[in-house]
């Protein structure tokens, strides 16, 4: 594997875990040449998840990246270590992939939900950032609405009426 930073191939497995129920392999990785630590993934390649979006039906492969993009902006600034985003991001692909093993689809609302659920527990204003973007929040009414439904959830479990 060649690191990101300075090229070399020579790298050592720090850490081996399998995702997605055996069907990708995640390995943390250190380069031997500048010590730089990188994340690197195996995966069987089959017929690609494809995600069904919600405002025209059309269907796009399933992109981490993307995924993570967003995650990174609503923690944004946040006291939030790299490693629970990349564990958050684990647990978020290895749930889509359940989800879609026998169609290979899932709808972007669906993962809309599990992001959510995701944030609730991580980071709340994190979670707070990411609504008023997913639900499309149009005034300061829909923010201090969400606020008042976040607060009421405090005694509940993190995934109920989100």
């Given at each position: 594997?060649?690191?990101p930073r300075?090229?070399s191939l ?16 995640r390995r943390?990785?250190?380069?031997l040449?500048?010590s ?12 690609p998840?494809?995600?069904?979006k919600?405002?025209d ?16 902006q ?13 564990n ?5 692909e290895?749930?889509?992939?359940l ?47 969400e ?6 959830l405090?005694?509940?479990?993190s995934?109920?009426?989100?």
């Open positions: 594997m060649r690191c300075c090229k020579e790298d050592r497995v720090i850490e081996s875990r399998a995702l997605a129920n055996g069907g990708s392999i943390r990785r250190e380069c040449n500048c730089y630590r990188f994340t690197s993934y195996e995966r069987i390649e089959e017929k998840l494809m995600v069904i919600k405002s039906a059309r269907r796009e492969p399933f992109d981490r990246e993307k995924l993570e993009k967003g995650i990174q609503a923690l944004r600034k946040r006291p939030v270590a790299q490693m629970d985003i990349e958050v991001l684990d647990e978020l290895e749930s889509a992939m989800l879609g093993r026998t169609s290979h689809e899932i709808s972007s609302t669906e993962i809309g939900e599990m992001v959510l659920t995701k944030l609730y527990d991580l980071d709340r204003v994190a979670y707070i950032r990411f609504a008023s973007v997913y639900r499309n929040f149009e005034n300061v009414e829909e923010f201090v609405r606020i008042e439904t976040l607060s009421g405090k005694g509940r479990n995934g109920e009426g989100i």
